[in-house]
Antibody, heavy 119, light 107 residues
Framework: QVQLEQWGAGRLKPSETLSLTCAVY????????WSWIRQPPGKGLEWIGE???????TYNPSLKSRVTISVDTSKNQFSLKLTSVSAADTAVYYC?????????????WGQGTLVTASS | DIQMTQSPSTLSASVGDRVNITCRAS??????LAWYQQKPGKAPKLLIY???RLESGVPSRFSGSGSGTEFTLTISSLQPDDFATYYC?????????FGPGTKVDIK
């Protein structure tokens, strides 16, 4: 059973850069798509973007100008950077596994990281 | 972007009830729809994919139906562990969009 473990800074000041990493254990990494998804407190889920093992990315247009997702296949890890955060970016951020060799829904999730952007 | 709606937004039900949650897409997504269950403080859990396929390990009281623009998640006999929020998600095209959620609480 694959496990996703994520980490990163939980408290940021406005204009700083959010940085999170997700490590994949116990399952294959290559040939899958890997996503970041966020959820503001008390609200719904928003897909941020995805990457595959070769580094091909697709981002949500609503965040595209501020988002970078990268991959390190030697460590079975992928990372999220979101620049110029504001209070609107306060949310629980999840990493998740997508489809095998094609886009799909999300069958495994990380534990979530609450990121708070506040002065 | 494809827009997703869910109804109702809140549903009060009792243990043993049959529960139906509806999800609608703003355009046809064929069967590229998933359903998730989320409990407070936890990550969402995949229940149904490709509109009607039960994820491994999910109880058979959960079922999904529909295609095109209208979909339904059915819980045949609500159990105490099922009180949670349910989200649909389309993956027919980018960006992937989730519905706003349906909270199932105790009547």
């Amino acid at each position: 059973q694959v496990q996703l473990e994520q980490w990163g800074a939980g408290r940021l000041k406005p204009s700083e850069t959010l940085s999170l990493t997700c490590a994949v254990y116990g399952g294959p990494f290559n040939d899958y798509y890997w996503s970041w998804i966020r959820q503001p407190p008390g609200k719904g889920l928003e897909w941020i973007g995805e990457i595959n093992h070769s580094g091909s990315t697709t981002y949500n247009p609503s965040l595209k100008s501020r988002v970078t997702i990268s991959v390190d296949t030697s460590k079975n890890q992928f990372s999220l950077k979101l620049t110029s955060v504001s209070a609107a970016d306060t949310a629980v951020y999840y990493c998740a596994r997508g489809g095998f060799r094609s886009t799909s829904c999300f069958d495994d999730w990380g534990q979530g990281t609450l990121v708070t952007a506040s002065s | 972007d494809i827009q997703m709606t869910q109804s109702p937004s809140t549903l009060s039900a009792s243990v043993g009830d049959r529960v139906n949650i509806t999800c609608r897409a703003s355009q046809s997504i064929s069967a590229w729809l998933a359903w998730y269950q989320q409990k407070p403080g936890k990550a969402p859990k995949l229940l149904i994919y490709k509109a009607s396929r039960l994820e491994s390990g999910v109880p058979s009281r959960f079922s999904g139906s529909g295609s095109g623009t209208e979909f339904t998640l059915t819980i045949s006999s609500l159990q105490p562990d099922d009180f949670a929020t349910y989200y649909c998600q389309q993956y027919e095209g980018y960006p992937f969009i989730f519905g706003p959620g349906t909270k199932v609480d105790i009547k």
